[in-house]
C-alpha cells in the first residue's frame, strides 16, 4: 500500500470515529448562568460534531439533584450526562452509578486545580468533570462603604460585617446593607449557614457522628445570620437564591452579598450590572476560625452507568469542560464571563487578569484556602465544608433548612428550628448506624 492510500485510509477511519455513529444527547443540567451559556454554544458543538444532537434538560438547583438522583438510583437512563457536584461525585461513584471519565492530553487533567480534581475522583479515577468550580466570598459596594468611612483591607470577621451592613443600609433608597441566601436547601441556605456555623466554631456531628445542630454554637451562629438578614437584608429574604440576589444586586439594591465567586464575573459584567465598577472582592468572613469559612463546590459533568450514548458523553463533557471551551467564550463574550475555579492555565491568561482584575487573585486564593478535610475547629469524622459526604445529609440539612427558614420568617424561633433538626437528625443517624447512643456517656 503506497502512501496515498495509506493517509485516505487513516482520513477515513478518523471521519468514521467522528461522524459516523448518531446520537441524541439528553443532558440534565441546573439553570445558572454558565450553564445557559453552555446551552446557547450547542450550534457551536453541533457544527463540531455534526453526528451528535445535544437535548437539553434544565433545572432550578433543587429539581436537578432529586430528578438526577431519581434516575440515575432507578437506572431509568432518561439521562446520558447529568450535572452533580462534590458531594454526589464521591457516593455515586462507591455505588457504581457513574462511569469513569476518558480524558486525553488535549484534556490536560493535570491542568485541574487539586482540591477540585481529588473533590470529584473516587480511588484515583475521575468521575465528573468540573464546568465551573467555586469558593465562598464577600462581594461588596466599595462606593458604599467608603461613604459611611469603611473598608475591608484584610479578611474582615462576621461582626465587621455586621457594623457595615448597618451602615450602608437604607432601604428608603432600595439599598439593603446585606443580601444572603435564605429560600431552604441542602444547597442553598444551609451552604451559607453551614459556613457560618463553622466559622463560630460549630460541626455538624462529632467525632462518635452525633449530630450538633442544637449546641449552643449553632443556636449563636444562627441567631446570628436571621439577626443580620431580618434587621438589614431585603424584604422576603426567604425566597431568595442565588439568581434573585444577583438580580437584586446587578440592580444595586445590595450592598454586600456573600456568595459563590461566580457571581463576580457577572456583577462585573457593564451591559447588565449597574455599579460594575463599583464591586470589589475577598474571602468569606470568619468569626473564631476560618476553618470551614469559605464553601468549595464545583458544578460538574458525569454520564449515568444507564447512559445509551457513552461515547458521545465522552465527547461532549471533554468538550465542554476543556481549554478550548474557555476560550471559545471568552471569544463570544469576553474574558470577564468565562467559567473559572476549574484550571489553572486561566489564572494565567493575561486577557483573563486583564479583564477581572483583582478578583482573580482572591478567586484563585479562596479556591486553594478552602480545604475539604481541615474543616472544622474542632476534629470531625467527616470531609467537606458545606456538605456532609453521606447520604443521608441530604435529608438532614434539607429537613434543617426548612426550620431555619421558618425561624427566618418568623414563624418560630431559632432555637425550635435547631431542637427540631437535632431530632431529624438523631433519628437519621441511628438509624443508619453511624450513631448508637448506647455506645456513648449520653
Known amino acids: ?239 431568595n437564591s442565588f439568581s434573585e440576589i444577583l438580580t437584586l444586586s446587578r440592580d444595586g439594591k445590595c450592598g454586600m452579598w456573600i456568595d459563590a465567586s461566580v457571581a463576580a464575573s457577572f456583577l462585573t459584567d457593564v451591559n447588565q450590572s449597574v455599579f460594575s465598577e463599583e464591586w470589589a472582592y475577598t474571602e468569606s468572613p470568619y468569626q473564631v476560625t476560618t476553618k470551614g469559612a469559605s464553601w468549595l463546590w464545583a458544578w460538574s459533568l458525569a454520564i449515568p452507568k444507564a447512559s445509551s450514548n457513552v461515547e458521545a458523553a465522552q465527547i461532549f463533557i471533554r468538550w465542554a469542560t476543556s481549554k478550548n471551551y474557555i476560550k471559545l467564550v471568552a471569544a463570544k463574550n469576553g474574558w470577564a464571563n468565562v467559567p473559572t475555579g476549574t484550571r489553572y492555565s486561566t489564572y494565567k491568561k493575561p486577557s483573563y487578569i486583564e479583564a477581572v482584575g483583582d478578583f482573580s487573585k482572591a478567586e484563585l486564593a479562596a479556591l486553594n484556602g478552602a480545604n475539604l478535610d481541615d474543616n472544622t475547629a474542632k476534629p470531625s469524622p467527616y470531609s467537606g465544608i458545606q456538605f456532609v459526604p453521606i447520604p443521608e445529609f441530604v435529608s438532614i440539612a434539607g429537613f434543617t433548612g426548612q426550620k431555619i427558614t421558618e425561624a427566618l420568617k418568623g414563624d418560630i424561633t431559632v432555637e425550635q428550628a435547631l431542637e427540631s433538626a437535632q431530632k431529624i437528625a438523631l433519628r437519621e443517624m441511628r438509624r443508619a448506624g453511624y450513631y448508637d447512643k448506647s455506645k456513648t456517656s449520653e
Open 1 to 239: 500500500m503506497n502512501i496515498k492510500n495509506i493517509l485516505a485510509c487513516t482520513l477515513f477511519l478518523f471521519l468514521i470515529n467522528v461522524y459516523a455513529f448518531s446520537a441524541d444527547l439528553n443532558i440534565a443540567t441546573v439553570n445558572n448562568s454558565h450553564m445557559i451559556e453552555m446551552q446557547k454554544l450547542t450550534p457551536e458543538f453541533e457544527r463540531e460534531y455534526p453526528g451528535i444532537t445535544l437535548k437539553w434538560h434544565v433545572y432550578n438547583e433543587g429539581s436537578i439533584r432529586m430528578r438526577a438522583i431519581a434516575d440515575i438510583a432507578s437506572k431509568g437512563g432518561n439521562y446520558d450526562v447529568v450535572t452533580i457536584g462534590l458531594y454526589e461525585a464521591p457516593i455515586w461513584a462507591k455505588r457504581n452509578w457513574l462511569i469513569p471519565l476518558e480524558t486525553d492530553t488535549n484534556y490536560d487533567i493535570n491542568d485541574l486545580l487539586p482540591a477540585i480534581k481529588n473533590g470529584l475522583s473516587y480511588k484515583g479515577e475521575l468521575y465528573a468533570s468540573p464546568f465551573y468550580g467555586e469558593s465562598s466570598m464577600l462581594m461588596y459596594r466599595k462606593d458604599l462603604l467608603k461613604k459611611a468611612g469603611l473598608s475591608f483591607d484584610v479578611r474582615p470577621t462576621w461582626e465587621q460585617v455586621l457594623g457595615a451592613a448597618k451602615a450602608i443600609h437604607d432601604p428608603t433608597n432600595g439599598v439593603y446593607g446585606i443580601c444572603l441566601r435564605g429560600k431552604p436547601g441542602w444547597g442553598d441556605n444551609m451552604a451559607l449557614v453551614s459556613t457560618i456555623a463553622n466559622s463560630f466554631g460549630g460541626r455538624w456531628f462529632d467525632m462518635k457522628w452525633k449530630p450538633e445542630i442544637n449546641s449552643d454554637i449553632w443556636k449563636k451562629a444562627v441567631n446570628f445570620y436571621v439577626d443580620l438578614l431580618t434587621s438589614y437584608g431585603p424584604p422576603n429574604s426567604e425566597q
